[in-house]
């Protein structure tokens, strides 16, 4: 029994022994394609000052409305069906502090954005939904 059970043990030990207890490490990605991902995120929002502003697909536009919290923007279907994002500030000095290179100047002030920057900028409301319905986005 002595004979069977030494032969066991030492066998357990060295089993035991060589097993390795360290966490494989994981291969990590290319710094290449990191920094070619970060580049092709990055030159298309990176020539416009505000890329919060910009709009986030292709198939719509975003819209920055200063001022005329009377309109009721969000229930016009003539802007609602080509813009999607909308982002209101109730006063021209608030739009001017939080995007002074816009260079708004009057209020009620309607700015239209694609992907890459401004498309129109208007203080009349007539001629954004004119506008909307002669151009598509991109």
Known sequence: MKRIAWPIVIGL???VGCQNDEPK???KPSTVQ???KASAKSDTNTTFPYPNLLSESGQYFSL???GDQDNHIESNS???EKVKDIL???ELDMAKKAYPDLKIKTEPTYI???QAGVLHQS???EELTTYLEQNTPK
Request: net charge negative; proline share 8%; hydrophobic share 45%.
């Open 64 to 66: 920055l409305v200063i």
């Open 25 to 27: 490490a994981e291969p």
């Open 13 to 15: 030990t060295l089993l």
């Open 34 to 36: 990191n920094q070619q």
């Open 88 to 90: 209101s500030l109730p």
């Open 78 to 80: 003539k802007i609602t």
């Open 123 to 125: 203080d009349d409301l």
């Open 112 to 114: 239209l954005f694609d």
